[in-house]
C-alpha cells in the first residue's frame, strides 16, 4: 500500500548571487529590449540522477544538484516499481536534510497514451497510473512522461486516445505530484512535438491542475522550434504562450542537440557542444519566465556517464552572463 503522500519538497530558498541586468521582455512592435538591475537568486539547476530513490541522493550531492529527476523502476520494461516504505521514508528525508529539490521521476519509455495495440495501450495506462501514485509517495513534484505516438494513424484520434487514457490514469487521483506532458521531437508521429496538440490535451481535459507541461530544449529545437536565435526563441515564446500558456510549464530538460533545426531526431549533446550552442542557453537562463524553473540536463556528460558536476556549474556560468 502507498505510503501517505506529503506536500512536494520544494527548494525553500536559493542564495543571492549579486546584482546584474536581465531581460525582462522584447516588444513585438519596437523590437526594443526592457532591462532592470535585479538582485538575481542561483537558478535551480540539476539533473537526471542514477540510483533509484536508494541512490539518488548520494549522485545529486556528487554532481552539485539541487533540482533532481529519477526513475522509480525500469524505464525499459513494464514491471510495476515497487519501492519499500523504508526506502521512500530514507529518501524524503534525505532530501529535506541536504535541501535538494524539487524532484521529478521520469515515466517509462514504453508508455504509449496513442498506441493503436490494445494490449500496449492498457499496459501503458496502468504503468502510468501506478507511477504517478509512486511518484507522489516519494515526494515529487512531478512525474514527466513522453505522450505518445500515433504512428501513422490519424492525429485527432490519437489525441483523443491520449485524452481519455489521462482520464482514466488521474480517476480520483488527489495527490500533490502533478503529471507533466514532455515535449516530443516528432520521431515517428510522436504527440507532443507542437504546441497546440498540448494546448488540445490540456483543453480537452478541462485545464487539470493534475497536470502540466516539461519542455525538452533538444526536443524543441528537433522539432523546429528555433530557440537558438533570439527572433527564434521570441517565436516559440509566443506561440507557447497563445495555445498553453506559460502557466502550465513547470520544469525544463536542458540538453542541446547533436542534430540541427527540425531534424525530428532526439539526439541529446553536451550544452555547448551542439547546435543549440551556449548563447541560446544564455539567452533562455536570463529570460524571467524560464529561469525561475528547474533545470534538468539529460546530458551525455564530459566523460560519458550522464548529468555531471561541470555540466551544472556551467548552466550557473550562463545563467550569470
Known sequence: MLSKALPCIIAASTPVIGRKKIQLAISKKT????????QEPRILAGGHVRGGIKGAVKHALEIGAGPMQIFIGSPQ????????????????KAVIEHQLGPVFVHGCYLVNLAASSIDNLKKSIENLYLGLRYADAIGAAGLIFHPGSAGKG????????????????????????RLLLEVCAGQGGTIGNRFDQLGRILNAMGNDKRLGICWDTCHLYSAGYDIATEDGLERTMDEFHRTVGFEWLLA???NDSKTPLGSRKDRHENIGQGHIGEAAFARMLCTPSLRSLPWILEVPGYENKGPDRKSIELLHRLSRQ
Open 77 to 92: 520494461t513494464w514491471i510495476a516499481p515497487e519501492p519499500g516504505a523504508t526506502d521512500i521514508s530514507d529518501f524524503k
Open 154 to 177: 490519424d492525429e485527432s484520434e490519437a489525441i483523443e486516445k491520449v485524452v481519455k487514457s489521462l482520464e482514466i490514469v488521474l480517476h480520483e487521483y488527489s495527490g500533490n505530484c
Open 252 to 254: 525544463i530538460h536542458a
Open 31 to 38: 523590437r526594443t529590449v526592457v532591462t532592470r538591475d535585479i
